[in-house]
Nanobody, 118 residues
Framework: QVQLVESGGGLVQAGGSLRLSCAASGSIFSIKFMGWYRQTPGKQRELVAVITTAGQTNYADSVKGRFTISRDNAKNTVYLQMSSLRPEDTAVYYC????????????WGQGTQVTVSS
């Protein structure tokens, strides 16, 4: 079993910053990706940013230049530094971990609410 524990969400004014953290624990092996997704009511969950063990990153166009993903491999922790936040960034943010040697196994965190007020 793998557990993902997220922290750092909250309420912030537009233009402000927040930092999300996600710590993975349990039977972890061969991590391929860690990342962040977000979801608003009535919409599909969408990719925000992902990072590989080697540090390669991929961002949604809507957050490029404003959000930065990073990870601490020794701690199995991924971070999302969010700056210049906009009301449209309001969502529940979910941590994601993909691991496996042959094939892939997906794990999700419980989600953390980020609310950006105008």
């Amino acid at each position: 079993q793998v557990q993902l524990v997220e922290s750092g969400g909250g309420l912030v004014q537009a233009g402000g910053s927040l930092r999300l953290s996600c710590a993975a624990s349990g039977s972890i092996f061969s991590i391929k990706f860690m990342g962040w997704y977000r979801q608003t009511p009535g919409k599909q969950r969408e990719l925000v940013a992902v990072i590989t063990t080697a540090g390669q990153t991929n961002y949604a166009d809507s957050v490029k230049g404003r959000f930065t993903i990073s990870r601490d491999n020794a701690k199995n922790t991924v971070y999302l530094q969010m700056s210049s936040l906009r009301p449209e960034d309001t969502a529940v943010y979910y941590c994601n971990l993909v691991m496996g040697i042959v094939g892939s196994i997906n794990y999700w965190g419980q989600g953390t609410q980020v609310t950006v007020s105008s």
